[in-house]
């Protein structure tokens, strides 16, 4: 437009830890480090596990596997480039990989919460209408549900990365993130539209997390009616034991998920923002394998046994 020189932007600054006093800057290096190589090796333990143990290839397990693999790759997309700008000095991200990066985080994040939200049907299905689960939920359908939450992930993470970067940026090219968080990156947009932007994209992605929420809460409402009429109380215990494990990450997941989108827009010292934001991208996927393995029984028995196996093998 005329009378405006903008000069456009065709790559970012990752600000990141920059600003963090230098001599933190190995503890957390290590920390973050140890947290994502435990993700990776937990997620891993878990797929193999269910890979290697025939009892465990049913729909449950069938969707624990497909929730570790977005769970290793959610991590993959952010984590790495995060480690490596904390050692390097030079933080810039192109145009194209800050777009890319945006695409896969969202994808990623959002078939996570929709598979956590096709476990609490399968949990909903298990329990209240146990003579018609093998029914409604055969490999084929399983297969089907698990599609359809990737390729929905992968629709949402297109949509709003090509709004979002559809936007003109200039001026600043200074992300206030260690990631192309899209927040921090509608900061950085110029022209009429980005405020109408910034709303649909907030709106998109809250109503797309509690929308699962809200069908998850739903099957869970079933559930507990269902439990709750089961006359004895060792029945009740070992039938909601079989839910533990979900609600937990449930939990765990949509807490650290508001933490990040819902709190007040103070003036927050940005540090404490990037630290809020590694609750989400690095404690959230490294909880994930723990309480799994320790809050599934079933899981947990496999693992010890394979692990077992192994060794006795080895002749330790």
């Not at 994502?36 to 997620?43: H, I, P, V």
């Not at 896969?104 to 959002?110: I, K, L």
């Not at 990040?260 to 996927?285: E, M, Q, R, W």
Request: aromatic share 14%.
């Amino acid at each position: 437009s005329s009378g405006q020189n903008y000069s456009m932007v065709s790559e970012f600054i990752l600000i990141g830890f920059s600003n963090f006093p230098q001599h933190l800057l190995p503890t957390f290096f290590l920390l973050f480090l140890m947290m994502y190589l435990f993700t990776l090796l937990g997620n891993l333990l878990i797929m193999g596990t269910i890979w290697w143990e025939h009892r465990l290839h049913t729909p449950m397990y069938l969707f624990l596997c497909a929730l570790s693999i977005s769970e290793i790759l959610f991590t993959v997309a952010a984590t790495p480039r995060m480690l490596a700008d904390m050692l390097s000095t030079h933080h810039s991200i192109t145009f194209v990989a800050c777009a890319s990066q945006m695409f896969f985080s969202f994808m990623f994040g959002f078939t996570h919460s929709f598979l956590l939200m096709i476990m609490g049907y399968d949990r909903y299905v298990a329990i209240c209408h146990p003579l018609r689960y093998n029914v409604l939920m055969s490999t084929r359908d399983c297969a089907r549900l698990v599609s359809w939450c990737w390729a929905g992930g992968s629709v949402m993470g297109m949509i709003l990365t090509l709004i979002v970067f559809h936007l003109t940026f200039c001026g600043s090219n200074e992300i206030h993130h260690y990631g192309c968080h899209v927040f921090a990156l509608l900061k950085l947009a110029c022209g009429k539209e980005t405020a109408s932007v910034t709303m649909g994209v907030i709106l998109v992605c809250v109503t797309a997390l509690m929308g699962c929420l809200f069908l998850i809460f739903l099957s869970y409402v079933f559930i507990v009616a269902a439990i709750l009429r089961i006359p004895s109380n060792e029945g009740r215990h070992k039938t909601f034991s079989t839910c533990v494990s979900h609600l937990t990450i449930v939990v765990v997941h949509y807490s650290f998920a508001s933490i990040i989108y819902l709190k007040p827009k103070g003036p927050h010292s940005i540090d404490l923002n990037t630290l809020l934001a590694t609750t989400y991208t690095v404690f959230t996927p490294f909880l994930s394998p723990i309480i799994f393995s320790l809050r599934n029984k079933e899981l947990k028995i496999a693992i010890q046994r394979s692990f077992h196996r192994k060794f006795s093998s080895l002749g330790f």
